[in-house]
């Protein structure tokens, strides 16, 4: 199965808050705009939980929504609130989704954040173009499966999952597979 490498530097040139998490729930990296976000220095949330960075309420119940997706792996998205570097809380919606490791073992989480108002125009649009099928070839696509492997799990054929994603590439106005992952990344 191919994996698809991102590269760290990659989620610095995102404008949306993005963080990683191990299976621990340690920070392991997140953007510049995480970190203006939730008003903290990256060295105060790397190598950190949660639970040094939020409230106990919130931080608990991110900590249940992370487990809940490490155990189902499937992408996760709900709305919460956030404390903010002005120390108030803000409506958002988390979207996240498990990674996995060369031997296709969960071994952490990644996460966007969007602010309410925003994602809520953005979403729709997003929605409204693609079908749910060609959702669900996108979140195996955002998990870094090759066509095949994107095939298999969702038991149809390599041509039908292929035909997906050149309809995925029209509709979001793409040419790559990369392209497609920043498009979905920066509209989720």
């Known amino acids: 199965m191919n994996k698809l490498i991102i590269q760290a530097s990659f989620f610095d040139c995102l404008d949306r808050p993005i963080f990683v998490k191990n299976r621990e729930g340690v920070y392991i990296h997140c ?16 190598g950190h939980t949660v639970y040094n960075i939020a409230p106990y309420e919130l931080a608990h119940k991110y900590e249940l929504a992370d487990n809940a997706l490490i155990e189902s792996t499937k992408a ?28 296709g073992r969960v071994c952490g989480i990644i996460g966007i ?3 309410v108002s925003h994602n809520v125009s953005q979403h729709n649009i997003a929605t409204k173009k693609l079908t749910t099928r060609e959702l669900e070839v996108l979140h195996f ?24 994603m050149k309809s995925i590439y029209t509709k979001l106005d793409v040419h790559s ?9 920066s509209l989720a």
């Open 76 to 103: 996760q998205i709900y709305s919460s609130s956030v404390k903010t570097k002005a120390h108030f809380r803000k409506r958002v919606v988390f979207n996240k989704s498990v990674i996995y490791d060369s031997e």
């Open 113 to 115: 954040v969007s602010e």
């Open 31 to 46: 953007n510049d705009n995480f970190c203006n976000f939730v008003g903290q220095p990256k060295n105060n949330i790397l």
């Open 141 to 164: 696509l955002i998990k870094g499966e090759s066509v095949k492997s994107i095939a298999l799990d969702m038991r149809i054929s390599p041509h039908t999952a292929g035909g997906h």
């Open 177 to 185: 597979k990369n392209e497609a992952l920043y498009k979905a990344l």
